[in-house]
């Protein structure tokens, strides 16, 4: 694979982003003395933040409290009976048989507890994180200790689910990953970078920082004009899978206006080419993403069968388009890169086109082994495959090279 930068992130499933949330909740728990529901709707409250939590619980206890209709910690409790009315139903019932939201102050029959949870649950969505106590005009928050002593299987799923949502969108180094169709969430390491960019374990590829597709070497403010401009433009362009020469040539005629004016941005003559070999860039590494997964799906063993080899040995197949879709993606996002920094008329454009140039004529190379050379070793035996295979392999590792060259050229911004 392409870039040999150091991995800050971690791929979390369901059972690992449960796990975290109970461990943080306990961890609550204990630190302020409260029972894990408490502890459960305090950092809901808080956005999952315990520096934030703590901050304030320490500050002023009594106003923590109050904002969740929580007792005074030391408050004597009420005489005990042996019935009471619930004022749901108006029954009277066996106190043994009533629950109290942590108000303490207001309890109901188990059956009427029940009713209520699974109405608040599957009619209020994320919201039934903050259900109140069913009497009218109290504070206090029904919590996890309630739905786990009384809610149905179904409407506990639902309710950890919309927990651990709640968990992962509260918690600043947690992100879902915007794949179609993923349940995944990435974990940015605490001492990782800012900007970056993270593949799922689904094999969605994006930023870190505006959850769109990866746009290095552009910033994500630049990458978002970016896309808004092409909107503009988009409906009158047309593109070509072939690939031309990466250089821009001022073909204006004379007295031809420099630029023309839009709702989003301002054009400038040369911005068909840049947008034409973008978009371009952008159906290869379709064509490229494709191709990979036809090769997982059955090509590299159809090839094992037909030159009788060992499937593992022909894992350099998959590396040499895995190969190609990553520098599709930096390819295809350089010629935005190209755009503003021609509008700068910076003097590093000689050297970008340069190592630029160098870059998509070695994935051109690459493409056109991997795409169209590979076909004859599918159809038939062939005495030369070693020789494929090695041609394959210079060609994957030397498209690497220049692109990790390319992408340090970036990150350097051309400064040598």
Request: net charge negative; proline share 3%.
């Amino acid at each position: 694979m392409i870039f040999l930068f150091q991995i800050y992130y971690s791929c979390l499933g369901e059972k690992k982003i449960s796990q975290l949330r109970d461990s943080l909740i306990t961890e609550v728990s204990k630190f302020l003395s409260v029972s894990r529901g408490i502890a459960c709707t305090l950092l809901v409250q808080n956005r999952w933040s315990t520096t934030l939590l703590y901050d304030k619980w320490f500050s002023d206890e009594k106003s923590v409290r109050e904002a969740v209709g929580l007792l005074p910690e030391k408050q004597e409790s009420p005489k005990q009976l042996d019935f009471c009315c619930c004022n749901i139903c108006f029954g009277e019932i066996k106190i043994e048989n009533t629950l109290s939201a942590p108000c303490g102050a207001h309890p109901f029959c188990l059956d009427c507890w029940k009713t209520y949870l699974t109405v608040s649950i599957n009619n209020n969505g994320p919201g039934c994180l903050k259900m109140p106590c069913p009497e009218p005009g109290c504070k206090a928050y029904v919590g996890l200790d309630i739905v786990d002593s009384l809610a149905s299987d179904s409407d506990k799923d639902k309710y950890y689910g919309y927990l651990s949502s709640s968990y992962v969108e509260g918690t600043l180094n947690l992100k879902w990953c915007p794949g179609p169709g993923c349940n995944l969430a990435i974990r940015l390491d605490e001492y990782g970078p800012k900007g970056y960019d993270v593949t799922c374990d689904c094999s969605h590829r994006f930023c870190w920082n505006c959850l769109e597709e990866t746009h290095r070497p552009m910033d994500c403010e630049t990458a978002d004009t970016w896309r808004k401009q092409n909107t503009c433009f988009e409906a009158d362009t047309k593109w070509s899978h072939d690939h031309y020469c990466n250089e821009y040539e001022d073909e204006k005629n004379e007295g031809e206006s420099t630029s023309v004016d839009t709702d989003n941005s301002k054009y400038f003559d040369g911005y068909e080419h840049y947008y034409e070999r973008w978009l371009s860039n952008h159906k290869s590494r379709e064509i490229a993403v494709a191709n990979l997964k036809c090769a997982r799906n059955g090509i590299i063993e159809t090839l094992a069968c037909v030159q009788g080899e060992k499937k593992w040995k022909l894992m350099f197949v998959i590396d040499a388009l895995e190969q190609i879709v990553e520098c599709r993606l930096v390819l295809k996002w350089s010629y935005a890169y190209g755009y503003y920094l021609s509008l700068a008329k910076s003097k590093k454009m000689a050297l970008f086109e340069y190592m630029q140039g160098d870059a998509e004529a070695a994935l051109e190379r690459l493409h056109h082994c991997a795409e169209k050379e590979i076909q004859k070793y599918v159809l038939c035996p062939s005495p030369d495959f070693n020789d494929f295979r090695v041609k394959l392999t210079n060609l994957t590792c030397a498209a690497q090279t220049y692109f990790e060259n390319l992408v340090t050229a970036f990150e350097d911004d051309f400064r040598f």
